[in-house]
């Protein structure tokens, strides 16, 4: 695993280097700002979200360790989230670049490298279902840090539009809505948009010997389903009925991304959270929280993805079917809502150029039925939203799709095996896929 050039200092250290600028966001334990160092001068970047030009800025995340806010529960993923960065080094994966310690302190505070721009669901809620050409470049690029990811025994658990963050663009860019790849603005915009996952609060890195005892479980599986085939068919059935059936020891049942680890927390954003992940188990015994835990895998993060795509595609929620959604959008009652925004949006820019303020564009929201999108585009999205975890196509896998083609299915990096898994899997002698 690659290592990252963090530093470790006092937390105090982080008050004496840093000024805070701008609040980005924060949550139920952290708060993220944007902070410059305190021996360089403040720049455009500083002051408008919409900026991105370069500078030494970095996000400050600050995370409260008190008895109200369950001090074991936020140290517990505030530090996680810490070990897991440092291992990881992908250029559309966020980055640590110094760690503060919570020495004697009631904050836990870490330095990262900060992304600027909307995040894919301000980029909806803005103008609703985005581009093709924009959508098929983030997709690509978050397929590719999730293989990564996975390769490195990591899964993220909280795949959101809310956790991706696009550089290179902003909310008044048209090229963001725009399908044609021709199109003078969208060749302008398409070499420098530049997607970033963050937030690592739920990621959980698999432990090997978690990894081996469900291998060998899985293999235990296999060998009795094997022998229970061999007993129903003869030794002459065709290499095609085979391999329907998987007796030659490469089908999806063995697949090591596929295995589903027991007992992992339920945690992420219900609408986007995989079948298996909200499927509860039982509670979860000694954890501060109490979690409902579940059984699955690294699909659980292909499905989010899935989920993901068909949202930003289609601009609809992932808790609505696409045609009830935007049946409820053109009803009577979605109309009169429209009409009272078209007003009050008249009258606030009337209001605005009376006062010398900047005009805003007007933009309508807009939302795909499925024959407006690419079939290769909905064929991915169906292939990683497959309910049945087992059936669900494989991030890595995802990367040979034709409308992803990061790699082909001839490149042997798609089926190697995975990087953390290679002594377990000479072990129990099982191959992944």
């Not at 009577?332 to 009409?339: C, H, R, S």
């Not at 949006?345 to 929201?365: I, P, Q």
């Amino acid at each position: 695993m690659l290592h990252s050039l963090a530093v470790h200092s006092n937390f105090k250290e982080a008050e004496r280097q840093f000024d805070r600028v701008r609040l980005l966001g924060s949550g139920a334990f952290s708060s993220i700002w944007v902070a410059k160092p305190k021996n360089r001068v403040s720049c455009a970047h500083h002051q408008s979200q919409q900026d991105s030009g370069k500078c030494d800025c970095v996000a400050m995340k600050s995370t409260v360790i008190s008895e109200r806010s369950n001090p074991e529960y936020a140290l517990l993923f505030a530090e996680r989230e810490v070990q897991i960065l440092r291992e990881l080094d992908h250029p559309n994966i966020m980055k640590v670049v110094q760690e503060f310690t919570f020495e004697n302190s009631s904050v836990f505070c870490v330095a990262l490298k900060l992304a600027s721009g909307p995040t894919l669901e301000q980029l909806v809620e803005c103008g609703g279902a985005l581009g093709i050409p924009l959508v098929q470049t983030v997709t690509r690029q978050l397929i590719s840090a999730l293989s990564y990811m996975h390769s490195h025994a990591v899964i993220h658990r909280d795949i959101k539009p809310d956790n991706v963050i696009i550089t290179g663009t902003h909310l008044s860019d048209d090229a963001n809505w725009c399908d044609n790849y021709d199109d003078p603005q969208v060749q302008q915009y398409l070499p420098i948009w530049h997607a970033t996952l963050i937030d690592f609060g739920f990621a959980v890195a698999l432990k090997p010997e978690d990894i081996k005892k469900c291998v060998q479980n899985n293999n235990e599986t296999k060998t009795s389903n094997m022998n229970q085939l061999r007993s129903n068919y003869t030794r002459k059935m065709s290499l095609e009925h085979k391999l329907t059936h998987g007796v030659t020891g490469t089908d999806h049942d063995i697949s090591v991304s596929k295995i589903q680890i027991v007992d992992l927390a339920s945690l992420g954003n219900r609408n986007y959270a995989a079948p298996e992940i909200l499927k509860t188990i039982h509670k979860q015994k000694g954890h501060p929280t109490g979690h409902n835990v579940s059984n699955y895998g690294m699909t659980a993060d292909a499905y989010s993805l899935g989920a993901l795509l068909r949202y930003i595609l289609t601009g609809v929620p992932p808790e609505y079917t696409i045609e009830e959604y935007i049946s409820r959008k053109n009803n009577l009652v979605g109309k009169v809502a429209y009409l009272f925004s078209s007003i009050s949006f008249l009258y606030c820019t009337s209001k605005s150029k009376a006062d010398g303020s900047e005009k805003k564009k007007n933009r309508r929201k807009r939302f795909k039925r499925n024959h407006c999108v690419p079939k290769d585009a909905a064929n991915l999205v169906h292939l990683l939203t497959m309910r049945d975890a087992k059936h669900r196509m494989t991030v890595r896998n995802a990367q040979t799709h034709p409308w992803i083609k990061l790699k082909n299915e001839d490149d042997p990096s798609v089926h190697e095996e995975l990087q953390f898994l290679t002594d377990i899997l000479a072990e129990t002698k099982i191959l992944s896929t």
